[in-house]
C-alpha cells in the first residue's frame, strides 16, 4: 500500500516506511558551514576601532624600512620626502653626469617602481571587489604577507651579497617587499582612515604640531597622529636591532610577515557592518 506523494505524505511499501515529503510549513534545514562562511566573508567590515590594524601597521613599516636602509640602502615604504628614494633616484641621476654611479639609482628606482605598480594594482582589486569587503581585505594582507614570505626565503637561503651589490639577491626581495607595502596605505584609503596611510609622516608631524587642540584632554585625532611616529619607531628600533644582529634582515621579514598574518586574522573575526545585507 503506498499513499498518495502528497506534502507532508508517507510511502509505504511491504510495511516500511520508505520516504517522506517535507512539510509545506516547517523548518528549513540548517546552513552548511560553507555557506556561514561565505556570508561572513561576503560582508563589509565596521570601521569602528578600525584605526587601531592601520596603526599597527606603522609597526611593520618601520621594521621593513629601518632593516631595508641599514642592509640595501633603500626605503621599501617611505617613498618620498627628504632623504627618501625620489631624493635617491635624483642623487643616482645625477651621478650618471658625474661618475661614478651610486648603486642607490637601482635599489631605489627598484622600489619606487615597484610600490607604484603595487598601488595601482592594490587599489583596483579593492575598487573591483568593494574596499571593505571581508574577503578582500584578508586577500590583500594575505597577499601582503605572501610577498613578505617570498622575500624571507631569498635572504634566508641566498648567500650574503657583498656591500654595495646590486644582483637579484638584493633587487628581487627589495621589489617584493615595496611592492606590497603600498597594501597598507590603499587599506587605509579604503576604510576612508586616509590619513593612517603607514607611509608618510611629514603631514602628520605638521597635522599634530599645528593642531589647535593639542593640548585637549580627548583629542581623538591628536591621539592618533601621535601614536603614528611612536609605533614606527618602536618599529625601526627593532628592524634596526635586526639588522645587526645574526637573523639579519631575514628577521625583521619573518617578523612582518608574523604581523601581517595576525592582521589577517584579525580582518576574518572583525565586527560586520550593522546594516549589511547578504
Excluded at 613578505?148 to 634566508?156: G, Y
Excluded at 593642531?211 to 585637549?216: I, K, P, S, V
Amino acid at each position: 500500500m503506498t499513499n498518495s506523494p502528497n506534502y507532508g505524505a508517507t510511502a509505504v511499501r511491504n510495511g516500511a516506511v520508505v520516504g517522506e515529503e517535507p512539510p509545506l510549513l516547517g523548518r528549513s534545514p540548517p546552513k552548511s558551514r560553507l555557506a556561514r562562511c561565505r556570508r561572513q566573508m561576503r560582508v563589509e567590515v565596521s570601521r569602528e576601532w578600525a584605526d587601531v590594524v592601520l596603526l599597527l601597521c606603522y609597526v611593520v613599516t618601520g621594521l621593513l624600512d629601518s632593516a631595508s636602509t641599514q642592509v640595501w640602502g633603500a626605503f621599501v615604504s617611505m617613498q618620498t620626502g627628504k632623504s627618501r628614494n625620489t631624493v635617491y633616484v635624483g642623487l643616482g641621476l645625477a651621478s650618471l653626469v658625474y661618475p661614478p654611479t651610486t648603486p642607490r639609482l637601482y635599489k631605489s628606482g627598484i622600489s619606487l617602481l615597484s610600490f607604484c605598480v603595487g598601488s595601482f594594482l592594490f587599489a583596483r582589486f579593492h575598487r573591483r571587489f568593494s574596499p571593505k569587503r571581508r574577503w578582500v581585505l584578508c586577500v590583500s594582507f594575505i597577499a601582503q604577507m605572501a610577498l613578505t614570505v617570498a622575500a624571507a626565503i631569498i635572504v634566508t637561503t641566498a648567500a650574503p651579497a657583498e656591500a654595495d651589490a646590486v644582483d637579484w639577491t638584493v633587487l628581487v626581495p627589495l621589489a617584493l617587499v615595496a611592492f606590497q607595502s603600498c597594501g597598507q596605505a590603499v587599506t587605509s584609503r579604503a576604510l576612508k582612515y586616509n590619513a593612517l596611510t603607514s607611509v608618510v609622516l611629514t603631514s602628520i608631524y605638521c597635522d599634530l604640531f599645528s593642531d589647535q587642540d593639542l593640548f585637549a584632554l580627548h583629542n581623538l585625532e591628536r591621539n592618533r597622529r601621535a601614536a603614528e611616529p611612536l609605533l614606527l619607531l618602536a618599529g625601526a628600533v627593532a628592524g634596526g636591532v635586526f639588522s645587526h644582529s645574526s637573523v639579519g634582515i631575514g628577521g625583521a621579514l619573518w617578523t612582518a610577515a608574523a604581523l601581517k598574518l595576525c592582521i589577517v586574522v584579525a580582518w576574518f573575526f572583525w565586527p560586520a557592518e550593522d546594516d549589511e545585507e547578504s
